[in-house]
């Protein structure tokens, strides 16, 4: 399962969990949308979704000063 971000407002559409608000189960994958779906924050259209890839590989490299 994917997740796509608003580029208009940093909203996440999370497909695992769907828009249950708006009628859209968990599990819809956003391509599955309907094309009249909007984003429920700012009202952007699907096109201004972008796929967010934060389950990748890269992570945080963080370093803690010992005291
Ligand atoms: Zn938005």
């Not at 969990?17 to 956003?30: L, S």
């Amino acid at each position: 399962m994917n997740k796509y971000i608003c580029t208009m407002c940093n909203y996440i559409y999370n497909e695992e969990k769907g828009d249950t608000e708006r009628g859209i189960a968990p599990g819809t994958m956003f391509l599955d949308l309907p094309d009249t779906w909007t984003c429920p924050v700012c009202g952007a259209t699907k096109d201004k979704f972008f796929l967010s890839y934060d389950q990748g590989p890269r992570r945080k490299i963080h370093k803690i000063d010992k005291v």
